[in-house]
């Protein structure tokens, strides 16, 4: 694998805990080390990120949260002091123009003639009042990276239709995961108990959208009706709990699980659902060997979940989640293959590792100390 032969820096508006693995995997390919700088979250954001980085160097900072909703901002105290006591040879910040204090953090790296990459989702069209100017600050915003990095080929798309150069824009897949060194399971060619095993893991809070999942089962026929498991905890749960045993009584929660005990659930299961946003156990899911079914959210899994191992539910209603886990149990045998699928796409595709030499190479094409 290649190196980033140079000390590079990376800013987060907030480090969630999930992201810690990838960093320090790679800090350990930064021949002169790495540093972070990150702020918290607010607290309705429910983000975990209470985990400090191993490998690479973090600075804590504060972030200024400015207004709500579609006109958010974020300043970042002390973002300019920490670049001039690192003195990195290439910054990664999030593309984000949101974020006020990325504009000085770009300044100073220009000044001395050092490289600065933006990270993010992409740029999706703008709708509603003063769209065109969104559209412009944006256009400007990301014309002063040298290089841009985006989790999907949507995102790259977006990028090039506000007329960066697309040969600049690397598609780094959003991973949560090593490849899997295990096996996939050897499960049956039938439903043990004639009942499939559906799948959740994540945190109970609106945005999952459980509620419309525990509906969703309940509206199935009786004969295809099956095993709901909902392995998490959070804001939700005592109401989720009283859903479940008002309309379906075949829920079990098991409340926050880890480890070795996660993945024997992952291994029992036969499907996996995730009808709302983030989820980032769906890769985990897949490594599992497991088929899964996904809400369309922020493009972040849009190569990951395709029509050989998953569906992704254009439309977020109960309805159409109904009608995916039908078709789903419908071909036992189809539902064996695209788990195998998805076993192969984080094993060969989308995982860890290749999200870090994404990262090296994107750098490395700015740098030219390779």
């Given amino acids: 694998m290649e190196r980033i032969h140079g000390h590079l820096a990376i800013q987060q508006r907030v480090l969630p805990a999930y992201r810690i693995p990838f960093f320090d995997a790679l800090a350990a390919e930064c021949t002169q080390g790495m540093s972070m700088i990150a702020g918290q979250a607010r607290t309705e954001e429910n983000i975990e990120s209470n985990a400090i980085p191993a490998v690479a ?45 990325s504009y000085s953090a770009i300044h100073w790296m ?48 977006e990028y090039a239709q506000l007329g960066f150069t697309p040969e600049k824009i690397f598609v780094a897949p959003n991973a949560a995961v090593p490849r899997p060194m295990h096996a996939p399971p050897n499960r049956p060619s039938n439903f043990l108990g004639d009942r499939p095993v559906i799948l959740f893991v994540g945190r109970l809070q609106e945005r999952k959208k459980v509620g419309d999942l525990i509906r969703a089962c309940a509206a199935l026929p009786q004969a295809i009706q099956p095993i709901l498991w909902i392995v998490g905890d959070g804001p939700m749960r005592s109401e989720l709990e009283s859903l479940a045993s008002k309309i379906y009584s075949q829920t079990k929660f098991f409340g926050a699980v880890h480890g070795q005990e996660l993945n024997h659930q992952f291994v029992k299961a036969d499907l996996f659902v995730l009808p709302g946003t983030g989820g980032l156990a769906v890769q985990q899911a897949m490594s599992f060997g497991l088929p899964v079914i996904v809400g369309q959210a922020d493009g972040t899994q849009t190569d990951l979940v395709r029509p050989e191992n998953g569906w992704s539910l254009i439309s977020g209603s109960v309805e159409t989640l109904t009608q995916a886990l039908q078709i789903a149990f419908s071909d036992v045998a189809r539902l064996r293959r695209m788990g195998l699928e998805s076993y192969r796409i984080v094993k060969d595709e989308i995982n860890l590792e290749t999200m870090v030499r994404v990262f090296i190479k994107a750098v490395n094409s700015v740098t030219g100390l390779q």
């Fill in 57 to 101: 160097a973090f600075t804590q900072t504060k972030n200024i949260h400015l207004f709500r909703g579609r006109w958010y901002l974020c300043w970042q105290r002390g973002i300019v002091p920490w670049l001039k006591k690192t003195q990195p040879d290439a910054l990664i910040l999030e593309a984000n123009p949101r974020n006020l204090s």
């Fill in 110 to 157: 220009k000044q001395l003639k050092r490289p600065v990459i933006g990270w993010g989702l992409g740029s999706p069209m703008a709708h509603g009042n003063w769209s065109s100017l969104r559209l412009g600050l944006r256009r400007r915003f990301i014309h002063q990276f040298d290089a841009l990095i985006t989790y999907s080929r949507r995102g790259a798309d």
